[in-house]
């Protein structure tokens, strides 16, 4: 079942002022090349009030792995991918849960939209299939670039999920892709 909850982030960490209710703060601002969105917080990371903070949580590893932050980042320091051009957020930002436990109620696709639009990533990289099949409206996706879609004017892609619960379909390759992919457009 998921959680909704109303506690504030930490100070320092929010970049938008948190709407009440919000479980994580959006880490958006315009300028940035690549934002990952995930379905919703996990438990864990509600209560720690950081992004991928679940035990066994593959997201920070596989962004240090695959090149796209220069070390291995802790959860609680989500912000410092700000400087990197990298920001977070969740179609689902007031409940706190597992995919499974959501209901199409709690996804608030239109304001994923105009989140995204108000920043203008180049690239858009949907941490779920879950939450890029309810974002952009199909009933399947396919793993890595969406070469027929654009969300918000950016570029989409559908990595598997980071989440320790995911273990059965987990591989960093469209990770990979998407690291490679954002290092050759930076150039």
């Known amino acids: 079942m998921p959680t909704r909850l109303t506690d504030e982030a930490p100070a320092g960490r929010i970049i938008e002022p948190l709407r009440p209710g919000v479980v994580l703060p959006d880490l958006l601002r315009p300028g940035l090349r690549l934002v990952f969105c995930g379905t919703a917080a996990g ?4 209560r720690r009030q950081a992004y991928y903070a679940g035990p066994g949580n593959r997201f ?3 962004l240090h792995q695959v090149g796209l932050t220069p ?3 802790a959860p609680e320091d989500y912000g410092l ?4 051009g990298i920001g977070l957020t969740d179609l689902a930002k007031y409940v706190a849960g597992a995919d499974a436990d959501l209901d199409i109620s709690d996804y608030d696709v239109p304001g994923l939209e105009a989140r ?3 920043a203008g990533p180049g690239v858009l990289a949907f941490t779920s299939k879950q939450a890029a099949k309810v974002a952009l409206g199909r009933r399947e996706v396919a793993y890595g670039l969406v070469p027929d879609m654009r969300f918000a004017g950016c570029e ?3 990595l598997p999920s980071p989440s320790g619960r995911a273990t059965a379909w987990w591989h960093p390759g469209p990770w990979q892709a998407l690291a490679d992919r954002s290092r050759r457009s930076a150039t």
Not at 43 to 46: L, R
Not at 81 to 84: A, G, H, R, S, Y
Request: proline share 5%.
């Open 71 to 73: 070390v291995r980042m």
């Open 43 to 46: 438990h864990h990371s509600a």
């Open 60 to 62: 920070w590893p596989t």
């Open 81 to 84: 991918v700000l400087d990197l």
């Open 116 to 118: 995204i639009a108000g």
């Open 156 to 158: 989409v892609h559908v």
